[in-house]
């Protein structure tokens, strides 16, 4: 059993900042690739950020410049931290861990960017 615990959703205007927080419960559990994914009705979950655990990281071209996605392997933990947000970025996030096959989702994240 792993849980994904994730933070920091919620309500900002255009042009503001959140970081959301993502933490694999216990310590039986050592993803080697970590995420956020995103998504928004009539459409298709996407990724938005990935990073290994070497540090190796990759983003959507929607997001570049924008988000910053970080890890702590210590604690299992996956960050992102998203500026200037615009109302596209309007969706439920998903934090991801994977590691030998198997893949765990957090609850959803509501990010709600007003115009």
């Known amino acids: 059993q792993v849980q994904l615990v994730e933070s920091g959703g919620g309500l900002v205007q255009t042009g503001g900042s959140l970081r959301l927080s993502c933490a694999a419960s216990?310590?039986?559990?050592?993803?080697?690739?970590m995420g956020w994914y995103r998504q928004t009705p009539g459409k298709q979950r996407e990724p938005v950020a990935v990073?290994?655990?070497?540090?190796?990281?990759s983003y959507a071209d929607s997001v570049k410049g924008r988000f910053t996605i970080s890890r702590d392997n210590a604690k299992n933990a996956v960050y992102l931290q998203m500026n200037s947000l615009k109302p596209e970025d309007t969706a439920v996030y998903y934090c991801?861990?994977?590691?030998?096959?198997?893949?765990?989702w957090g609850q959803g994240n509501q990010v709600t960017v007003s115009s």
């Open positions: 216990g310590s039986t559990f050592s993803p080697d690739v």
């Open positions: 991801n861990g994977s590691r030998l096959g198997l893949v765990y």
């Open positions: 990073i290994t655990s070497a540090g190796s990281t």
